[in-house]
């Protein structure tokens, strides 16, 4: 059964040695460009998969669709709730970082100001579900951490906030699985 993800045009990335393609999600316009610099907006957001040895389109499993197809139906709400997540979270952010006086984390006041902070860099799709909903991950660049800042989604639910790396095995503590 063909659905979006189908129609994506899938390339190989050289340097992150795997496959990704690019999708459009409205509501994050504004968040996929080179941080401060809105001259540099783009539409589209790069997906990539869980395992980087999955070749497409071969590869792509009816689990990996269903999980592309949930992501654009509810591109608005998983927009808000992780937007909302990371506001939240900025407080206990701000300690961490204190030490270092950033100037881009004092900027941020109000959820909007993370429009010139963050960046989507990709959104990871997960063939894994709990309960018929899948789990999504997504990366951002960010202005005050080099390392990037990560969240990992179970439908609308942060499973994980501000990961290293995201995880089949925090899925799977999560009680998800394939």
């Not at 395992?51 to 654009?72: C, F, M």
């Not at 799709?125 to 989604?153: M, T």
């Amino acid at each position: 059964m063909s659905t979006q993800l189908d129609k994506l045009k899938w390339f190989y990335d050289d340097h992150g040695d795997r496959f990704g393609a690019v999708g459009k999600l409205q509501a994050w316009s504004g968040y996929s460009y080179d941080m401060g610099d809105p001259r540099y907006q783009r539409e589209l957001v790069e997906l990539r998969l869980y395992d980087r040895s999955i070749e497409p389109p071969k590869g792509i499993t009816a689990a990996l669709r269903d999980s592309y197809d949930w992501l654009v139906d509810h591109d608005q709400a998983i927009f808000e709730s992780v937007i909302a997540s990371i506001s939240s979270y900025f407080p206990k952010l701000k300690k961490q970082w204190v030490e270092f006086d950033d100037p881009y984390l004092r900027k941020i006041k109000k959820p909007e100001h993370l429009k010139t902070n963050l960046n989507l860099a990709y959104v990871k799709l997960f063939p894994h579900r709990r309960d018929g909903v899948p789990y999504i991950g997504f990366d951002f660049d960010c202005a005050w951490n080099s390392e990037g800042f990560k969240v990992l989604l179970h439908g609308l639910r942060v499973v994980e906030l501000d990961a290293d790396e995201l995880s089949i095995s925090m899925i799977e503590e999560d009680g998800g699985s394939i």
